[in-house]
């Protein structure tokens, strides 16, 4: 168990639908990541957020966005859904600002189906 | 080209069997080198971290970077049944808002 927590563990949802991914990081972690993985693509970083604040951006869509909360856990929304988002979306967390230096925490995941 | 390459396999070996797994890169700015564990359907787990060059060891696994020729490796020795899994490498510029770029990861299947 990293210790990074995400709720849902699996969802279904329409195409044209909305749904909001959530992640407590671990216990001390100020930064937290999106990543996501689907099979043609593998893990492909989508956005961080350190602090509460946006800090690094990836190959994000404009109709994903995030943010991270004064209790510092983070909520990745996705809007407007088509069948290729249909992934696996990880948090991730890390104590310090990024990646070097600092071991990144991977949470079990949300399973997203698009139909 | 991508800025990672790995060979997704699968890579079928027997039980006892030394692993090899590799990855090579195009960014001389990498600076951090990790390996990652992948079981199917979970989150991926750090197995080891490496800064700049050399080799590291912890129990049955090594790293190994080889920044001269962007190519970093990670050896598995007396490979288990249970070391079935995907591995990732990802590496990562120097210290700050830097992230992890991932290879596609290789599938590593040990047969009993």
């Known amino acids: 168990d990293s210790g990074v927590t995400q709720t849902p563990k699996h969802l279904i949802t329409a195409t044209g639908q909305r749904v909001t991914l959530r992640c407590s990081p671990r216990?001390?972690?100020?930064?937290v990541y999106w990543y996501q993985q689907s099979l043609d693509q593998g893990l492909q970083f989508l956005i961080q957020?350190?602090?509460?604040?946006?800090?690094a951006k990836g190959n994000i869509l404009e109709r994903f966005s995030a943010q991270q909360f004064p209790d510092l856990h983070s909520e990745l929304n996705l809007s407007s859904l088509e069948l290729g988002d249909s992934a696996l979306y990880f948090c991730?967390?890390?104590?310090?600002?990024?990646?070097?230096?600092?071991?990144?925490?991977f949470g079990e995941g949300s399973w997203l189906t698009v139909v | 080209q991508k800025e990672v390459e790995q060979d997704p396999g699968p890579l079928s070996v027997p039980e006892g069997a030394i692993v090899s797994l590799n990855c090579t890169y195009s960014?001389?700015?990498?600076?951090?080198f990790m390996w990652y564990r992948q079981y199917s359907r979970k989150g991926p787990e750090l197995l080891m971290y490496?800064?700049?060059?050399g080799n590291k060891e912890d129990g049955r696994f090594t790293a190994q970077v080889d920044k001269s020729s962007k190519y970093i490796s990670l050896f598995i020795r007396d490979s288990q049944p249970s070391d079935s899994a995907t591995y990732l490498c990802?590496?990562?510029?120097?210290?700050?808002?830097?992230?992890?770029?991932f290879g596609t990861g290789t599938r590593l299947l040990v047969s009993p």
């Open positions: 216990s001390g972690d100020l930064s």
């Open positions: 960014n001389s700015a990498f600076q951090y």
């Open positions: 490496t800064y700049s060059s």
């Open positions: 990802a590496m990562s510029l120097d210290t700050g808002f830097q992230k992890l770029v």
């Open positions: 957020y350190y602090n509460g604040e946006e800090r």
């Open positions: 991730a967390s890390s104590r310090g600002q990024g990646a070097g230096g600092n071991t990144i925490y």
